[in-house]
């Protein structure tokens, strides 16, 4: 008999299931915009309310990031990428996850496509404080 997964469905974000991992046991989940799919990851069912914080101002935090990102990492994109010009890049990142860890504590995930020869670029924030740091990871 297989056991069944904890799942909980939240009226704005949809259905979550609870995924245990020999590291850390989290729940997941997706949401739609603008046609792209985002993955959803969080920890603790508590973690739930900064979630939808994010979401309801998700235009500005992509923008916000993606600003925080030139400011941040542009020697690195500029000596390793297909870097044109701040808008192709920046047309060209697309959120693919946020992921929630600790209390007010995020990480967005940017798919950075061919641009970073297969990486990604992460932003780490907190949401009432803003974005302290953006790293490229492989």
Known sequence: MQKQRQTFIDQQLGTFVFHKSGYRDYYKGSYQCNGNKIILHMEERAFLADLQQIINNLDAYIIGAKTFILQE??????????????ESFLQQLQLNTIMQQEPQKYILWFDAGDLLLGHCICVYGHVQDGFSAAVIEG
């Open 73 to 86: 990492l542009r020697p690195q994109i500029e000596a390793w990428s297909i870097y044109h010009d701040d």
